[in-house]
């Protein structure tokens, strides 16, 4: 198709007093929002950069750390930044309501409180009820623009729907008994919800930016992102389609796949790109961090800002790492255990969980695929073809229907009509979604007994999440056992996912800065849960590539130090690598060429 | 029978489906304090992780919590003197209190 779309630079033409950049992990969502509020900053606009996207790499990005108050960014006027870190926020939270209890209550009082307050629920709330603040509230002050960059998709919906859920829910909640325990101590502020509701319905005061690349998996999230943000009302959405590439050699091989995938990827979501403003932005040679690189992206047209972004000129090699199949070799013999695939959104959990299953079902092995990837790229990863895995999805809402029906059927047929009403209101709390997927994750590393389980775990934060209850519902088996009983999947799980014999956790990242600073920290969360990585996984490393293309080679180079990096200062364990590879991922035969390291 | 006053040990929701597992007489116990309501009795439910506030400011509660730690929840008060501590009440139990909340309203109505 032929595809209309402007320099990203006129994407704030007329730009609303409200700005979200919303997009699959990965996309440079981040950047694009940093260079967003830089622009409008230096229009003269007093503009603020919001961060609640729980792994936020703003900080890498505008040279400044950033905390809960907002800060100037140094080298610009007018422009202030702020993050709203979502555990932070939930401990704020929690120590409002138990630090004046302290004196008043005994120890083990104050002990059970800050635990039921340390859940998913309490941390999804309180980042809400920061977020809402600046839509409505007394933090949207005096600026004249608020960016902010948010939170990958599900989580960004998540929020953005939960703020509907709950004004729904206080309208109709009659009972007078609320379930929704942490909100409690915010229900008072129920009008700064509706009004952040109506804010984002406006679309002289909001405008949502998808951000994507031209590539499949993303631009089919920006497309449900779209309709189910259209579905909420929002109507003022854009597309900025970011890493638009425009070869210089189109009979480089390197080039000519990178520009065909461009092409199927645009063809297959026509109808998409033609129903909303669209905007690109090229590929650069090199990351947009520093400001006068983030000052280029928006301000100089494309083909200066190509010499605008400094190109690397290091002529270092990457070192020779060894490929998937060698990994398959080494964990083939155990026959069984867990396999976790972890990093940041859009690193390609789920193609190396594929590959990495399909490699262990031809060395014979007994292979179970799942994801719990709210996203669901798994089907698309695996196309017709189950390579001799038993693949099974672990879907967020049929975990919760299957959950709310199950709850239901354990009730007295003979059930008063009141307690079921509301039994009813507590199962349709935000909270159920995550107990329902929490509790098929737990089954679901049990099924590890028995053979190989290979799980592509959601994005970054919410897989913390899922530790994180992990751990706290562990605690709260010890003081519940005198009252309930609990599956043996459950009280087993942690246990599991640190025994080194049974689960191993592969950190999967892409030879960039952030991505590899994001799986540290990853890495760095995990220690502190005691769950020792056993490998790295560098994924879609052009390094390893021969291209003549100038942009793509120029990105390979740049990926030199952070391979080092890993394998130097990061890595425990063993290093693998997954060269960049002209045949799509999808189905068999394109899983098994990211096995074997030719291109 | 008057009124009653639940003292629930830190729970996210008063039926308790917000546990990996659910306790079944949770919601019983949900659904009997609605019908006692219905009665014309007084109810009055608090949640160590919502309402830590009534917990500190009754005295008979602070008194069992300081020996009993968080063991001794739930405490059901009726009519101000505790009925029932470290568990919810059982189905003969229930039907007992709704017997005499039925009297109690009846007997009010004939005086």
Known sequence: MVLHSQPVGRLLDGAPRYLFFTGKGGVGKTSIASAAALALSESGRRTLLVSTDPASNLDEVLGLELAREARAVPGADHLFALNINPEAAAAAYREKVVGPMRGMLPEAALREMEEQLSGACTMEIAAFDEFTAFLGGAGAGDYDHIVFDTAPTGHTLRLMALSQAWTTFFNENTSGNSCLGPLAGLEKQRSLYAEAVEVLKEPEKTRVVLVSRAQRAALREARRTWKELGDLGIANQSLALNGWFEPAHADDPVSRHWLERQSRAIDEESDFLRSLPLYRAPLLPSNLIGMDVLRAFFRYPESAMETAVPVNTAEASAPALPGLDELADRLAPAGRGVILTMGKGGVGKTTVAAALGLALAERGANVRLSTTDPAAHLADAFGDTHGGMDIERIDPKAETRAYVAEVLAQQPADMDPDSRALLEEDLRSPCTEEIAVFRAFARTVAKGEDGFVVLDTAPTGHTLLLLDATQSYHRELGRQSRTTKHSEAIEKLLPRLRDPGFTRVLLVTLPEATPVHEAAALQADLRRAEIEPYAWIINQSMAEVDTREPVLAARGRAEVPYIREVVDSHAAGPVYSIPWSTVDPVGRDGLASLLRAEV | ?111
């Open chain 2, 1 to 111: 029978m008057k009124s009653i006053q639940i003292y629930d040990p830190a729970m996210c929701c008063s039926t308790g489906v917000c546990g990996p597992d659910i306790d079944p007489v949770l919601p019983a116990v949900a659904g009997m304090l609605h019908q006692l309501a219905g009665h014309g009795v007084h109810v009055e439910r608090y949640n160590l992780a919502q309402q830590p506030v009534a917990f500190a400011r009754n005295p008979k509660v602070r008194a069992v919590l300081e020996t009993g730690g968080t063991a001794a929840l739930p405490m059901i008060f009726i009519d101000g003197e505790l009925e029932l501590q470290g568990r919810y009440p059982e189905q003969p139990e229930r039907a007992a209190w709704m017997k005499r909340a039925r009297e109690a309203n009846t007997a009010g109505v004939a005086e």
